[in-house]
C-alpha cells in the first residue's frame, strides 16, 4: 500500500524548484529516503492522506 511521498531533486539535471516524487509504502519509504538522503537529493517525505 503506497502511503508515502518521497520528494526530491538532483540538482545536476534539475531546476531547484523542480521536485520529483517516488511513491512508497511503510516497508520501503526508509531505502528509498536513504539512497536520496546520501546523495544529497531528499527533499522531505509527506505521508499521502487516504482519500
Ligand atoms: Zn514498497
Redesign the pocket.
Known amino acids: 500500500m503506497?502511503t508515502w511521498s518521497v520528494v526530491w531533486n538532483n540538482p545536476k539535471l534539475h531546476t531547484p524548484d523542480r521536485e520529483k516524487i517516488w511513491v512508497?509504502?511503510?516497508?520501503?519509504?526508509q531505502s528509498l529516503s536513504d539512497f536520496l538522503s546520501i546523495r544529497s537529493f531528499l527533499k522531505r517525505v509527506d505521508p499521502i492522506e487516504p482519500t
Do not use: F, R, T, W
Not at 512508497?24 to 519509504?29: F, G, R, S
Open positions: 503506497a512508497a509504502c511503510d516497508e520501503h519509504k
